[in-house]
């Protein structure tokens, strides 16, 4: 694959995982759940988005 290409979809997952943590997030906050099924949803999703991040930077990073 290429490496622009490969730069970029890890840019499309770590937002997409981004926003779907701050829903889950929301929804935890402010649904009527009794669960903590959203909470850990949403610290899951943005604890990988932030993993990503760092990834890509670190890749960055090499290739300068």
């Given at each position: 694959?290429?490496?622009?290409?490969?730069?970029?979809?890890?840019?499309?997952?770590?937002?997409?995982?981004?926003l779907?943590?701050i829903?889950?997030?929301?929804i935890?906050?402010?649904?009527?759940?009794?669960?903590n099924?959203?909470?850990?949803?949403?610290?899951?999703?943005?604890?990988?988005?932030?993993?990503l991040?760092?990834?890509?930077?670190m890749?960055?990073?090499?290739?300068?």
């Amino acid at each position: 694959m290429d490496k622009k290409r490969q730069y970029s979809l890890i840019m499309i997952v770590s937002v997409i995982l981004m926003l779907a943590g701050i829903i889950c997030l929301c929804i935890s906050l402010f649904g009527s759940t009794k669960s903590n099924k959203p909470l850990a949803c949403a610290l899951i999703c943005i604890n990988l988005a932030n993993l990503l991040n760092i990834y890509r930077a670190m890749k960055n990073k090499n290739k300068s």
